[in-house]
C-alpha cells in the first residue's frame, strides 16, 4: 500500500470517528433540551420528593429555595446547551466551514466551566466528560484542517 492509499484509509477512519462523535453530541444536545423542557414541567412538590429520596433528607430541608431555583438553573442549562449543541452539530453535518471554530470555541467553554466544577466536585465523571470533549474537540480540529485544505 503505498503512502497516498494509507494517508486516504487513515483520512477515511478519523472522518468517520468525527461523524460518530459530532451525531453523538447531536442525540445527547437533543436530549437535553427536550430533557430540560420537561423538567419545567415537573411539578415543584414531585421534583422535592425525587431530591429527598436520591439525597440526603437534610440536603431538602429548605426545598422552597434550593430545589425551585436548582429546577430553573437546570432546566435552562440543559435547553441553552442542548440548542447550541444541535445548531453546531447542524453546521458541522452540512460541512459550514464557519460551524467547525465556533463549535472548538464553545467546547473550549464548556471544558473550562468542566474544569472549574471538577475542582469543587472531584467527580470522575468530569473527568471523563471532560476527555471525551477534548477527543471531540480535536477530531473536529482534524476535520476542520482537512476541509480547509480540500481533503473532506
Known sequence: MSSHQSTSVERKIEHTFFLISV???????????????????????????????????????????RV?????????????????????VAGLLRRRLWSYPVSLWFLAGFIAYQA??????????????????????????REYQARKQGFA
Open 23 to 65: 451525531w453523538s453530541k447531536g442525540v445527547a444536545g437533543l436530549l437535553e433540551t427536550i430533557g430540560g423542557m420537561l423538567l419545567l414541567l415537573i411539578p415543584h412538590t414531585r421534583l422535592n420528593a425525587l431530591v429527598v429520596v436520591l439525597t440526603a433528607p437534610e440536603l431538602a430541608e429548605d426545598p422552597t429555595d
Open 68 to 88: 425551585a431555583t436548582t429546577k430553573l438553573f437546570a432546566s435552562g442549562y440543559l435547553i441553552v446547551h442542548g440548542i447550541i449543541k444541535v445548531f453546531l
Open 116 to 141: 472549574y466544577r471538577f475542582y469543587f466536585t472531584h467527580s470522575f465523571w468530569m473527568v471523563l466528560l471532560t476527555i471525551v470533549d477534548l477527543i471531540v474537540a480535536f477530531l473536529i480540529w
